[in-house]
């Protein structure tokens, strides 16, 4: 059974750190493409980032690019996001999400979600 | 980016009774060199994630009943519920995935029984 479980959100003050970790079980997390998708309170879907099975290929939303950097260790399994300079409108639901399939920009497995709050 | 706009924003239907949710992009989703239309649709329960439903417009993920079926192409799509069950309560969310990496969301309709 294929699982995501997201870690390492919490409350944290404008211009702080955090970050994520999304721990991935059974499949073959190497073989994957990985993605981090948010959703602020009460509101819709955004696509954060993504990154290639072996992490050479890497994008980022103009919302995030330059403060938030994705990352994967294959070895253990594992989807990592540090997010920077933190501002209020960061604050969501953080879930990692597998793309389907090679180049498939879509999201067949999703973890449940850590809350993100950016507040003073 | 591509901006999608989903209709009605909220939606009450009868138990039984057909649902169905719209969806229009900004520009065409459809790929002319495989015929494809790359547009999702993915379901949310209450404090639970998204869940795929349907992909390519109108393949139904593996799992998903026969009652939920997509429709459409080029820029307007439909996701249409045939017979509405208690547990098909949630909000539905239409996703292009032509213009990566800048994948977008419609903004979600809510479906909840009358």
């Known amino acids: 059974e294929v699982q995501l479980v997201e870690s390492g959100g919490g409350l944290v003050q404008p211009g702080g750190s955090l970050r994520l970790s999304c721990a991935a079980s059974g499949f073959t997390f190497s073989s994957y493409e990985m993605n981090w998708v948010r959703q602020a309170p009460g509101k819709g879907l955004e696509w954060v980032s993504y990154i290639s099975s072996s992490g050479s290929t890497i994008y980022y939303a103009d919302s995030v690019k330059g403060r938030f950097t994705i990352s994967r260790d294959n070895a253990k399994n594992s989807l990592y996001l540090q997010m920077n300079s933190l501002r209020a409108e960061d604050t969501a639901v953080y879930y990692c999400?597998?793309?389907?399939?090679?180049?498939?920009?879509?999201?067949?497995?999703w973890g449940q979600g850590t809350l993100v709050t950016v507040s003073s | 980016d591509i901006v999608m706009t989903q209709s009605p924003d909220s939606l009450a239907v009868s138990l039984g009774e057909r649902a169905t949710i719209n969806c229009k992009s900004s520009?065409?989703?459809?790929?002319?060199?495989?015929?494809?239309?790359?547009l999702a649709w993915y379901q949310q329960k209450p404090g639970q994630p998204p869940k795929l439903l349907i992909y390519?417009?109108?393949t139904r993920e593996s799992g998903v009943p026969d009652r939920f079926s997509g429709s459409g192409s080029g820029t307007d799509f439909t996701l249409t519920i045939s017979s509405l069950q208690a547990e098909d309560v949630a909000v539905y969310y239409c996703q292009q995935y032509y213009s990566t990496p800048r994948v977008t969301f419609g903004q979600g309709t809510r479906l909840e029984i009358k």
């Open positions: 390519w417009a109108s």
């Open positions: 520009q065409s989703v459809l790929y002319s060199s495989n015929n494809k239309n790359y």
């Open positions: 999400a597998r793309s389907r399939s090679f180049l498939e920009w879509l999201f067949d497995y």
